[in-house]
């Protein structure tokens, strides 16, 4: 695994590798590892969380070539412009009208005339600064 880009969260870590595939690890308590649902997700699971402290890859089929994460969300572009995100939405952080966890990958907007300059992290929203000087706030 050849490692292009990564990001850490509060407590997972988002890795991006040169052939656009995710990588993830850390707790998946908040559902920001995007591939463990919630009846695994939780700390009274049998075997521990051992087995997410080693980066595993997202089912996705898609390429991506931008990742970010947030305190308890994870965020990746795909080259078609997609942004896909996935983790904990109590303040509607992630972009969706509904609390519950998202444990697994989502769409988020289309963001396909934007390659994103910096991104900002605050606890409860997710700030990004495109090449064009448009800011997106995910709250």
Excluded at 102 to 123: I, N, T, W
Aim: aromatic fraction near 16%; hydrophobic fraction near 40%; proline fraction near 3%.
């Amino acid at each position: 695994m050849l490692t292009f880009d990564f990001f850490p969260g509060s407590d997972h870590l988002v890795i991006l590798t040169e052939s656009g595939s995710i990588f993830t690890c850390g707790c998946p308590e908040q559902g920001q590892l995007g591939r463990v649902g919630p009846r695994n997700a939780t700390r009274e699971r049998r075997s521990g969380f051992g087995d997410f402290l080693v980066p595993v890859r997202l089912n996705l089929k898609k390429k991506f070539n931008q990742v970010w994460a947030s305190y308890y969300g994870t965020y990746a572009k795909t080259v078609d412009g997609l942004v896909y995100r996935c983790g904990l939405n109590n303040y509607f952080q992630l972009g969706m009208y509904n609390i519950q966890l998202c444990v697994y990958s989502a769409r988020a907007l289309d963001g396909s005339a934007y390659e994103f300059l910096k991104e900002r992290v605050q606890f409860t929203r997710e700030i990004a600064l495109s090449y064009c000087n448009i800011v997106f706030l995910f709250i």
